[in-house]
């Protein structure tokens, strides 16, 4: 018999495993069997994942448009601020006063050594040049501030109230920017003039994001004389950041009733649902 | 229940049926997966997937005896094992297109018992060990093992003799006699 043989035998007859070493036989079998029966344990656990996720991402996106503004603190004794709900990159204020320059996007504010520096922020794509001046030689135009949009209690939704009109200097860029130069030269070299952000035609920065619901101010809407008192209502509309801090069927809802009636002060709409929102205005 | 009338019964996705076949040719067929793939876990887990392959697949199984049964078995955990080297890439073999197979007498391996010659198995690398395995133990034959393995004939010879010069470096270097 050859060594070959001599090994096949003996491995073949070795039919449990030598040296002390042990396996559960009852819970393979239970394995096997729960295999067989296709009952997959781990993957409820998966779908309980999934099933968080797409909750998590809908709260995400039902709160972000609107608790940007809320979040930015005013610190200003003067300013309040000026927010439409769209995140903004605002650079630091040096303004004596301090204004809070807060918003929600893509703004890029430069730095205002203006005096009265009020807190600044709108939901406009565009770029304010420094100025130096107090009263600024851009704009005479007249700039609404709000005032009271943070001061949000648990169970009052926060309502933005035209408060105060400032006098406060806001250059559009494009002037902004020629003004820095008497020969009316904008002043910026091709490298800059490169690294300004396309915009949509909805003024919204190229590669940022905007909800297709909500409507973006300009600073040229904003600062348009014939718009500060007919528009009031409009914008206050456009800048509240909760509607009844509802869900957004119960929002529509709101706008339902809003549109319906409301001639006065508040309007009480009832729904399918018997959900009541008291309107405040 | 004789292995007859549970081959049967598995047919008809009897659970007692299939609990007996079981019960009597898993720890053989764990042991066949551990000569392989050397670690525990590993081999029972490939055997559950052997036993679960054997149940799904026994309509194709004609019974003829006993041998019949564990001969199917060995050959359903040998492919998954093969897989599940394959698929962790542990069976790197060097090709070699030109071997010549040598005549293996080792009276000093004649002379150990089953569990010394499975710890020498266990101690060959991952593609000595699977030649070996399928040549000395399955009884395949180097054209077979090439075509399973996906490697030359030649390759399949040379892994063998190596596999048959470290084993008897082993038994020099841990049992000198």
């Given at each position: 018999m050859s060594?070959d043989e001599t090994i096949?035998?003996q491995l073949e007859?070795?039919d ?7 396996y559960?036989?009852?819970e393979?079998?239970?394995k ?7 009952k997959?344990?781990r993957k409820i ?6 099933a968080?996720?797409?909750?998590l991402v ?6 972000a448009?609107?608790?940007s503004p809320l979040r930015?603190?005013?610190s200003?004794p003067q ?10 990159r605002?650079?630091p204020s ?17 730095p ?5 520096g009020?807190?600044?922020s709108?939901?406009?794509?565009h770029?304010i040049?420094?100025s ?13 501030v ?6 949000h209690k ?7 109230e035209?408060?105060k009109?400032?006098d406060q ?9 020629a003004s820095?130069n008497?020969s009316?030269?904008t002043?910026?070299?091709?490298m800059?003039?490169?690294a300004?952000?396309?915009?949509t035609s909805?003024?919204?920065e ?7 619901a909500?409507?973006?101010?300009t600073?040229?809407e904003?600062?348009a004389?014939e ?7 409009e914008?206050?509309r456009i800048?509240r950041?909760?509607e ?21 002060g508040?309007?009480?709409?009832h729904?399918p649902l018997n959900?009541?929102i008291?309107l405040?205005? | 229940?004789?292995?007859?009338k ?5 047919k008809?996705q009897?659970?007692v049926?299939q609990k007996y076949l079981?019960?009597?040719w898993?720890d ?5 997966c ?14 559950l997937t052997?036993f679960y392959?054997f149940y799904?697949t026994?309509e194709?199984?004609?019974?003829n005896?006993?041998s019949s049964i564990?001969a199917w078995?060995k050959?359903i955990?040998?492919?998954?094992c093969?897989m599940?080297?394959?698929k962790?890439g542990?069976?790197?073999i ?6 010549e197979?040598l005549?293996?007498?080792n009276?000093?391996?004649?002379r150990?018992?089953?569990n ?10 991952a593609?000595y060990?699977t030649v070996f395995n ?6 395949y034959?180097?054209k077979e ?12 010879k040379s ?6 010069a470290?084993?008897?470096q082993?038994i ?6």
């Amino acid at each position: 018999m050859s060594t070959d043989e001599t090994i096949r035998q003996q491995l073949e007859a070795m039919d449990t495993l030598g040296g002390g070493i042990v396996y559960g036989k009852e819970e393979a079998w239970e394995k096997l069997q729960e295999r067989m029966d296709g009952k997959p344990k781990r993957k409820i656990g998966l779908y309980y994942g999934m099933a968080a996720a797409v909750v998590l991402v809908m709260v995400c996106v039902w709160l972000a448009p609107s608790s940007s503004p809320l979040r930015a603190p005013s610190s200003s004794p003067q300013g309040g601020e000026l927010s439409a709900g769209v995140a903004h990159r605002v650079a630091p204020s040096i303004s004596p006063q301090g204004g809070g320059l807060s918003a929600g996007v893509a703004h890029r504010v430069a730095p205002s050594s203006s005096p009265q520096g009020g807190g600044l922020s709108a939901g406009v794509a565009h770029r304010i040049a420094p100025s130096s001046s107090p009263q600024g030689e851009g704009l005479p135009a007249r700039v609404l501030v709000k005032r009271g949009v943070n001061k949000h209690k648990a169970n009052q939704p926060p309502v933005p109230e035209l408060i105060k009109c400032y006098d406060q200097p806001l250059l559009e860029p494009e002037r902004s920017l020629a003004s820095n130069n008497e020969s009316g030269h904008t002043g910026l070299t091709a490298m800059e003039r490169m690294a300004l952000p396309e915009k949509t035609s909805m003024g919204v920065e190229k590669g940022r994001l905007a909800f297709k619901a909500m409507k973006v101010l300009t600073m040229s809407e904003i600062m348009a004389e014939e718009k500060t008192a007919a528009d009031i209502p409009e914008i206050k509309r456009i800048t509240r950041p909760h509607e009844g801090g509802a869900f957004p069927l119960v929002r529509s809802l709101f706008r339902q009733g809003e549109a319906g009636g409301a001639a006065g002060g508040g309007s009480l709409v009832h729904n399918p649902l018997n959900i009541t929102i008291h309107l405040q205005h | 229940m004789t292995p007859q009338k549970a081959i049967e019964g598995c047919k008809k996705q009897d659970r007692v049926a299939q609990k007996y076949l079981f019960d009597r040719w898993s720890d053989g067929m764990l042991v066949v997966c551990m000569r392989y793939v050397k670690n525990l876990a590993d081999a029972e887990e490939l055997m559950l997937t052997g036993f679960y392959n054997f149940y799904r697949t026994i309509e194709r199984f004609v019974y003829n005896g006993d041998s019949s049964i564990s001969a199917w078995l060995k050959k359903i955990m040998v492919n998954e094992c093969l897989m599940h080297l394959r698929k962790r890439g542990e069976l790197i073999i060097v090709e070699e297109r030109h071997a010549e197979e040598l005549v293996a007498e080792n009276s000093t391996l004649e002379r150990m018992n089953a569990n010394e010659i499975f710890k020498l198995v266990l101690a060959l690398p991952a593609g000595y060990r699977t030649v070996f395995n399928l040549y000395v133990v399955e009884g395949y034959t180097h054209k077979e093992i090439a075509k399973l393995l996906g490697i030359a004939e030649g390759t399949s010879k040379s892994q063998l003799n190596k596999a048959r010069a470290m084993m008897q470096q082993l038994i020099k270097e841990n049992m000198p006699l």
